[in-house]
């Protein structure tokens, strides 16, 4: 990644080619390891990455508790190029074990930052939001566990991950590992589900104020 983090460290992409040959032939980005003290993220990708490729290599397939994934599902996996960066937050990460803290955000040293908060989308909260509800999204209170920072991507970490998805312009399906709890989260995780109407998108500025209270009405 282009930018050091704020204690001088590299953050680590990979990407798994499998025969491909330009960054707009990859379709896939994984992360995980953006709060600190979720660790399990990070050894599951390099895990899954490796279980990947490992099942290529040998022309077998994978099971994964009681489900099984063929040898076809897996060169499936891998056609579809995949770009992952396992370490988001690596001073977070250090910081946290040498402390033991159950540490969330980075390592700002000024005020850190919960890292999956400074991105762009919706940082705006007391605008984008219904009053009252925005500090379970993001907040401006420097003792917060979801302190958003001082701007969108104000952050090396947030940068580096914006540079990533600036480079490999076809990405189409992204992935953010956590290990908080057993759930598979799909958009929109600001809001209440909806399918329907499609003037309800996060860039429309006629639902600035109305977000993010359940139940809400369309329009």
Known sequence: MPEATHEGRQMLGVKVPNGLSCDESFRMFLEAGIHARERGGPDGLIYFISDLLWAQREGTGLTYGGKKYTNCDVKTALSTGIVFLPLVNPDGVRYDQTTDSCWRKN??????????????FLWDVNTAFYPGISSTTGTSNVNAETYHGTAPFSEPETRNVRWLMDKFTKLRWFVDLHSFSGLVLYPWGSDQNQAFDPSQTFTNPAYNGKRGKIPDTPG
């Open 107 to 120: 390592r700002n040293p000024t005020n850190p930052v919960d890292l999956n908060r400074n991105f762009d």
